[in-house]
């Protein structure tokens, strides 16, 4: 099992930039694909980032790719995500969420069905 906790989400004005953590306890890290979802108020957790076990793989949705960049140091059990280009369509709590995986170390997940644990999410809030 592995425990998740988020950190770094606050008010930020569009057209800036924010960094969240994500630290993870527990089991090896390095066994675990993980991915960064966002959620808004009546809507379903989306993706946002996904990265592989060995973090040479990622993932985005379209409409972060080329602003947002996840990576990880599986030497400190962390994963980040690097948020520029902040817009407030981008508001939203921010979870990342651990995915076992005994597939190869390039595979990435994108669905939220897939993963097994969540932290408890952070929020980010960006006006205009």
């Known amino acids: 099992q592995v425990q998740l906790v988020e950190s770094g989400g606050r008010l930020v004005q569009a057209g800036g930039s924010l960094r969240l953590s994500c630290a993870a306890s527990?089991?090896?890290?390095?066994?675990?694909?993980m991915g960064w979802f966002r959620q808004t108020p009546g809507k379903e957790r989306e993706l946002v980032g996904a990265?592989?076990?060995?973090?040479?793989?990622?993932y985005y949705t379209p409409s972060v790719k080329g602003r947002f960049t996840v990576s990880r140091d599986n030497a400190k059990n962390t994963v980040n995500l690097q948020m520029n280009s902040l817009r407030p369509g981008d508001t939203a709590i921010y979870y990342c969420?651990?995915?076992?995986?005994?597939?190869?170390?390039?595979?990435?997940?994108?669905?939220?069905?897939?993963?097994?644990?969540w932290g408890q999410g952070t929020q980010v809030t960006v006006s205009s």
């Open positions: 969420a651990a995915k076992t995986s005994t597939y190869s170390s390039g595979t990435y997940f994108t669905s939220a069905d897939e993963y097994n644990y």
């Open positions: 990265i592989s076990r060995g973090g040479a793989t990622t």
């Open positions: 527990g089991r090896t890290f390095s066994d675990y694909a």
